[in-house]
C-alpha cells in the first residue's frame, strides 16, 4: 500500500474506527510460531491472535474463496511499528498497514488490533498483496495503485461479511481512490 497523500484520503480514512496503543516495536517470526523475536517483549501482545500463523490460514481461505489465488500455507514475518510520517506537504494521514515485497514482510500500525474483523480486514489485504506478487506471470502495470483496488474490494467484502457495512462502504470509496495513477488524474 503506498502511502497516501491527498485530503480526500484523510478525509476518508478519518470516518474508519482505529483504535490501539502505539509507540512500541514487535517483530514476530511467525515461521517460529508466532513467537515474539523482540527480547525486551517477553509476553504475547494481546493484539495478536493466539495463532497468527493459523489466523492467516482462515484469511488465505477467504482469500482462495473470493479471488483467483490459491493459498500456499506461507506465514511471513509481521513487524508492528509506527510508520516514518509522510513527509509530502499535501499529506494529512499516515499509513496504517503495507506489504513489503523484497522482504516478505507486512507491517501493520499498532493502532490496529488484530483481534478484531477491522484489524485483520488490513492484514487480508496486505496478504492479497503477497499473493498479488507471487502469481506465477509477472506483474505489468502501468503502476503498482493499480493493485490497490482488488486489495480494497477483497477488504470490503470481508468487513461485510462480518457485519461491518460502514467500513466495507467506505473501504470501497479508498479502493477506488487509492488506484488512481499519476497519468490518470486530472485537473478541474
Known amino acids: 500500500m503506498k502511502k497516501l497523500q491527498t485530503s480526500v484520503f484523510a478525509a476518508l480514512f478519518s470516518a474508519l474506527s482505529i483504535g490501539g496503543a502505539s509507540g512500541e516495536t514487535i517483530i514476530l517470526d511467525l515461521n517460529l510460531g ?55 506537504p499535501d499529506a494529512e494521514t499516515d499509513q496504517i498497514a503495507a506489504y ?13 488490533d488484530l483481534t478484531t474483523h477491522e484489524g485483520l480486514g488490513y492484514l487480508l489485504h496486505e496478504r492479497f498483496h503477497y499473493y498479488q506478487h507471487k502469481q506465477e506471470e509477472p506483474l505489468t502495470l502501468a503502476c503498482d495503485n493499480y493493485l490497490e ?13 462480518n457485519g461491518d457495512e460502514k467500513n466495507a462502504n467506505m473501504l470501497v470509496a479508498i479502493g477506488v481512490f487509492a488506484s488512481m495513477c499519476p497519468q490518470n488524474s486530472y485537473d478541474y
Open 34 to 88: 508466532g513467537k515474539n523475536t523482540n527480547s525486551a517483549q517477553q509476553e504475547r501482545d494481546p493484539r495478536l491472535p493466539e495463532d497468527i500463523c493459523e489466523t492467516l490460514g482462515v484469511l488465505d481461505q477467504f482469500i482462495e474463496a473470493h479471488s483467483g489465488f490459491i493459498a500456499d500455507g506461507s506465514c511471513p514475518r509481521i513487524l508492528i511499528e509506527e510508520f516514518a510520517p509522510i513527509t509530502s
Open 149 to 161: 483496488l482488488p486489495a480494497y474490494m477483497l477488504q470490503a467484502r470481508y468487513m461485510r461479511e
Open 100 to 112: 513489503y515485497l523484497e522482504s516478505d514482510l507486512i507491517q501493520i500500525s499498532p493502532e490496529l
